[in-house]
């Protein structure tokens, strides 16, 4: 027998006694594994997320209403989602400056201090993060009031108070969250660990985002560095983030202005920013307008020689012949050399089709574009700049054609069709006619030739443009 003194309260209470009584081993039952339930869980998470805009109703009219209920102090036959869709409008970038609002942000606040409703309290949190503007006059007011309710906000949000002391700091809390995100492994899935559970969502998570890629910057040469922003930028199974693309363009490409990355990291860049953000050539708004002039050359550079490779790629396997290694390596040297300016391939409906199933092998739905030529079935071109200069190659025994730019007829990059005849029927009715065949290197001017042997097509293309 063993005896027990006890404290409650500051008083001492009459010892009790324990018995020990020998028991049989007890062998505990086995917990099910929780993976399928941490799945079910998150598939109501995402089938039901956090709730961060208002519904889509007249706004100014809810706002307008419940202002009216707080000077009146009537809220028969309101509720508590009201009240939230409200505050979600009140505080947003439109409303939450307006003087004639501040008596009802000023409701907010104070209801805050002294509400005991853990709904409340949960739409209040949300509110907050979903508005969120580092040093805002209201980001600060509704930010003092949840820090002094903290204990009352419940369960939902004790991972995130844990893991984010200063989530009610105006000021640090995008930095924390930020320098949280360089340490985790997957920034996606680990935030919603700690209770973010929309971690692109707008408000305090575009400000953690900017930090985010601010910090990561500098090791951006690094391909597992690369990869890390460009998950967080597109989760598997999820979609692009929508705010912050230039910022995360401008940090991956900013290394490169004045130097080359490897091969591999340069094919990953083009092929994964225009994955996620389109061709700039063909859609140079969104995430791309706000990119640098510096920065963007720079991927167009590298778009440039990805054409000339992947037009490659496709027609030595639509035309079996030896000639692609050869025209492969001369292209590929003149935009080396920094003599092609742009690419862009058209390619026949065979191609097209080989085209978008090389895509679909690589894991890309979208990225570098192509146009198709619509005359013949077999031929595919593709079209450079060099200077003042378009020059057009093409398969299947195409001639290469040089253009001057600008002239009429010089074909125009960056078109959806293409009629390789008509180039053709262009080129031939130019005064000055500049087209040759690959087997002779002898101008057109002359025709018909009388090749020395001596000469070879890359000579003549060397010299005209």
Known sequence: MTTNWSVTDGTVEQPRQRWKVASPEFDAPRLPDPTPLRAAKQAVLDRWPDKLQPPKVDLERLVSEMLDRVNRWDFSGWTIAKTLDAAHACFDSERRERADLLPLREFYRDEIIASTSESFLNGMMLVYISNFVPQGAHTCLLGRALLSARDRLGARWANLLRAVPDIFDGQSAPRQIAYMMTKMPVPWMDLQQIGIRSPHAPG???HAHYVFVALVSPGLRNQGEVDKLLAWLKPEGQQVRSSGGAEAIQALLGPWTSSEPPDALRKSLVERLTDLFGDPRMHPGGAWAGVSREALDVFLRWI?????????????????????????????????????????VAFSAKGSRLAQRLMAQRGRRGGLEFGEQLARLDTSLLILKSGNKIIVEGSHSYRIHIFREGEPEAPRLYLRGYDCDEIMRKSDRRARTLAKAHNCLCSRENYPPRCPGSCNWQDWVNEHI
């Not at 020689?305 to 001369?330: H, K, T």
């Open 304 to 344: 440039t020689g990805a054409n000339i490779d992947f037009f490659m790629d496709v027609l030595s396997q639509v035309e079996s012949s030896r000639m692609w290694a050869p025209r492969r390596r001369f292209w590929m040297q003149l935009y080396k050399e920094g003599r092609i300016d742009a690419a862009w």
């Open 204 to 206: 305090l998570m575009d």
